[in-house]
């Protein structure tokens, strides 16, 4: 993840304290091993998009509250060698960048689905939708019970605060928006 360790060091640390967890409650919820969390407070080691994606649903967080450096103002710009992908089993991750507004943040994201990939994503925050693009290949995007085939151009959007899968079988570059409520939205 190169120098984006530190940031996860601080923002995990910072999580934990601001919920009142211990390093093995984290691990319980997380299901991350607490020397690996300890690891990673202290800006060592290298997380997988999986070990990050586990503490950020232990923690009621995105992948975003854990590897994002605070912003510069004015304009920004993103280089790929600043930002590069966090490694995974069936995805990598690069967060582009995550802007907060007064009810939702926006999360952009660059998804490169390996062949073969299977990812089946926990329900977001209540209120998360998903905005997919494919940049090349063929996906699976959405709902567990309500995905959809998406090629080279195709877009979807949709509920994200329920279980959702990114599928390829051939591998897939995904240009990925996600709106996440900053409260939660009122009952109907």
């Given at each position: 993840m ?141 709902p ?37 409520p ?7």
């Amino acid at each position: 993840m190169g120098n984006g360790t530190a940031a996860v060091a601080r923002n995990v640390q910072r999580l934990r304290a601001d919920r009142g967890l211990t390093l093995a409650v984290l691990a319980e919820r997380s299901g991350v091993a607490k020397g690996t969390i300890s690891e990673l407070e202290r800006g060592r080691g290298n997380p997988t998009v999986e070990t990050l994606f586990a503490l950020a649903y232990a923690l009621d967080a995105t992948l975003a509250d854990l590897v994002e450096e605070e912003p510069p103002a004015g304009v920004q710009i993103v280089r790929a060698a600043e930002r590069p992908p966090i490694p995974g089993q069936p995805l990598d991750a690069r967060l582009l960048q995550r802007s907060r507004h007064t009810h939702v943040a926006v999360e952009t994201y660059d998804f490169s689905l390996h062949a073969n990939s299977d990812h089946h994503a926990k329900a977001h925050r209540p209120g998360t939708r998903e905005h997919a693009y494919v940049l090349s290949g063929e996906a699976d995007v959405g709902p567990e019970s309500a995905h959809v085939r998406l090629g080279p151009g195709d877009y979807a959007n949709y509920p994200a605060d329920v279980p959702h899968v990114y599928r390829s079988a051939e591998g897939a570059q995904l240009f990925l928006i996600m709106l996440v409520p900053t409260t939660t939205p009122p009952s109907p």
